[in-house]
């Protein structure tokens, strides 16, 4: 196999900030970019409390992966939680 571990399994994990465009629309750019700056953070800081890896950030968006299913399904609910509590 070209270079990829056989057996190897990996949970990937995309998470976006919904509703960016209507944020930037009703907050205005300075405190929308606040805000999804935030987001991204914990977005971010959850993924590496629950042993995940953050293989990028693209604006309001963050891919992590995992070494389990669990622990992405564990990481996005508290990504979910904590930014609806903000």
Do not use: P
Not at 44 to 68: A, N, Q
Request: proline share 0%; with cysteine; charged share 25%.
């Amino acid at each position: 196999m070209d270079g990829m571990a056989r057996g190897t399994e990996l949970a990937i994990l995309f998470a976006d900030v919904c509703g960016s465009t209507r944020l930037y629309e009703t907050l205005g750019d300075a405190k929308a970019r606040t805000a999804i700056a935030r987001c991204v953070a914990v977005m971010s800081e959850t993924t590496t409390r629950h042993g995940g890896t953050v293989i990028k950030t693209i604006g309001d968006e963050v891919m992590s992966t995992f070494t389990t299913a669990d622990e992405a399904a564990q990481a996005a609910a508290e990504m979910q939680e904590t930014i609806t509590d903000a």
